[in-house]
């Protein structure tokens, strides 16, 4: 088990690397912010050069690979690190140097058991991405597909479970400081992290989830995941469909190649819909990165590390907050929040309503264009305080993810709003699943299940009182109270009662 002091060596070196990037500035001015923790960054930054501009996303990289990972979690928690930090977090690319290929060469026929031969006909050396975690390579089948291959970095398992166990040890020690820090749950988050970072070290866990998607996703034929090669995946090696497209981050090539842009924009926004409100599995990755326009304005998605997940009760709150707030029923919205329990009931239901109205009105008066889901969001972030709302990781996951497809819908089409794609599409989703008919159809779905679960409710009876006939019934037994002495004396004491009736039966006999 590592020591407290290895924890403390550990932060102080990441310490002092943040605080050359004036990472930490924010912290130290912070009234919010614990009194220890303020002092703890001042002292980090004792005699470095602090910068005018933090430079957040860059002290991440300069610390190493589960920085970078975790500085794109903090990017979902404005709360926790301001929406400054938050919004140089994203920009948080994992670029890095690549691994030689001789080394990946060899892990991969570690991983797989046999020559790199026996599976591909060529692999290029040079990889078309380095990440933190993994790197890309092109390379051809045996039977002449073009195909992706991720690696993982050799030793990255390792690197990231030591810094894992640093940063779960220094969240305890936040969290144990109380006020503030506890309703923020940095331990929750960190272990939300860590969940995100382990399904990421296990590649065919990262290919399971692109096999859900690509199932979920089989109604929208315009959004293309591609398939995964199982026979040449394994937990450290993960080969799928080579996706040759045009990145959308590259507006103008996009427009080169003759693509509807406004098309690609509205396909993004509704296939992201379909993954977190009708399906509750969505890509939580969807930076333009890892979006490529394919003929016939498709686009393809890859790298699905991260993925997020909400159940069916979540959804149908989410879909109500979202209406609620595109309609103006604030009163609702906060009824909903309570319901979740989101909020502590010992709060004014009303004067939640009253707060949320704070928010959403001044954005009703602006054209439908100049809305945006993602200020609307970070808005409700600042009466959470006020109202003692515990962080919801699975949420925040999602908002961070709202807020990247509007922005890579909106450099597609500047005029194109989250809002006005999905109030039609959340609309009917509710209708679908709050109307009349839904609830119909929900309580013949229960009751079918029920009468189904019948025949084996009458068998289980039947075992435990069976019908008459068969072996004759057991006659009753006189009721003899059990002498209980416990241990070795119990069989001391029948031995000893056997030998004395033993003994009187043989004296009886020989008179």
Do not use: C
């Not at 590390?305 to 103006?328: C, H, K, P, Q, S």
């Amino acid at each position: 088990m590592t020591t407290s002091v290895v924890h403390l060596w550990r932060l102080l070196k990441w310490g002092r690397t943040l605080a050359r990037h004036g990472a930490l500035t924010g912290i130290e001015r912070d009234p919010n912010a614990p009194a220890p923790v303020r002092r703890l960054a001042r002292i980090a930054r004792i005699g470095a050069r602090v910068p005018a501009v933090p430079r957040y996303a860059d002290a991440f990289q300069a610390i190493g690979p589960a920085a970078i990972k975790l500085g794109q979690t903090l990017a979902t928690r404005p709360d926790l690190v301001g929406d400054v930090a938050a919004h140089d977090l994203l920009r948080l690319q994992d670029a890095l140097p690549a691994v030689p290929f001789p080394v990946i060469r060899t892990a991969m026929e570690a991983s797989f058991g046999r020559p790199l031969a026996d599976l591909y006909a060529s692999v290029e050396e040079t990889p078309v991405g380095a990440a933190s975690i993994a790197q890309v390579h092109r390379a051809v089948t045996t039977e002449g597909r073009t195909v992706a291959v991720k690696v993982l970095r050799p030793g990255v398992e390792e690197d990231f479970l030591r810094d894992l166990d640093t940063y779960q040890w220094a969240a305890a020690q936040l969290e144990g400081i109380g006020g503030e820090a506890m309703r923020l749950r940095p331990r929750l988050t960190i272990e939300t992290f860590k969940r995100w970072t382990t399904r990421e070290l296990n590649l065919r866990r990262e290919a399971a989830s692109a096999s859900e998607l690509a199932e979920n996703m089989m109604a929208e034929s315009d959004f293309v995941v591609p398939a995964i090669d199982w026979q040449r995946s394994t937990g450290k090696v993960m080969t799928l469909e080579w996706i040759d497209g045009i990145k959308l981050s590259n507006r103008a090539a996009l427009v080169a190649a003759g693509h509807d842009t406004a098309r690609l924009a509205q396909t993004l926004v509704r296939a992201f819909l379909r993954q977190a409100i009708a399906d509750g599995f969505f890509h939580a990755d969807m930076h333009q990165g890892n979006l490529f326009a394919l003929p016939g304005d498709r686009i393809a998605a890859i790298d699905f590390g991260i993925m997020g997940r909400i159940d069916r009760r979540a959804r149908v709150w989410l879909a109500e907050i979202l209406y609620g707030l595109i309609t103006g029923n604030y009163k609702r919205v906060a009824e909903i929040h309570f319901e979740a329990g989101y909020v502590p009931a010992y709060h004014d239901v009303n004067e939640f309503a009253t707060a949320l109205r704070a928010v959403g009105e001044p954005m009703r008066g602006l054209p439908v264009k100049d809305m945006s889901i993602g200020t609307m969001l970070d808005s409700l972030f600042t009466i959470t305080r006020d109202f003692d709302m515990a962080t919801q990781p699975h949420l925040l996951l999602l908002q961070k993810t709202m807020v990247m497809v509007e922005g890579v819908a909106t450099s597609l089409d500047p005029d194109i709003n989250l809002w006005d794609t999905a109030q039609p599409f959340i609309e009917e989703w509710i209708r679908s699943e709050l109307g009349p008919e839904a609830a119909i159809a929900d309580r013949i779905i229960l009751d079918v299940r029920t009468l189904t679960r019948l025949p084996d409710l009458v068998r289980r009876i039947e075992a435990h009182f069976p019908p008459a006939g068969g072996a004759p019934p057991t006659p009753p037994l006189r009721d003899i109270q059990v002498v209980r002495l416990g241990g070795g004396w119990r069989y001391a004491a029948v031995a000893a009662m056997t030998a004395l009736a033993s003994i009187g039966a043989t004296v009886l006999l020989l008179r």
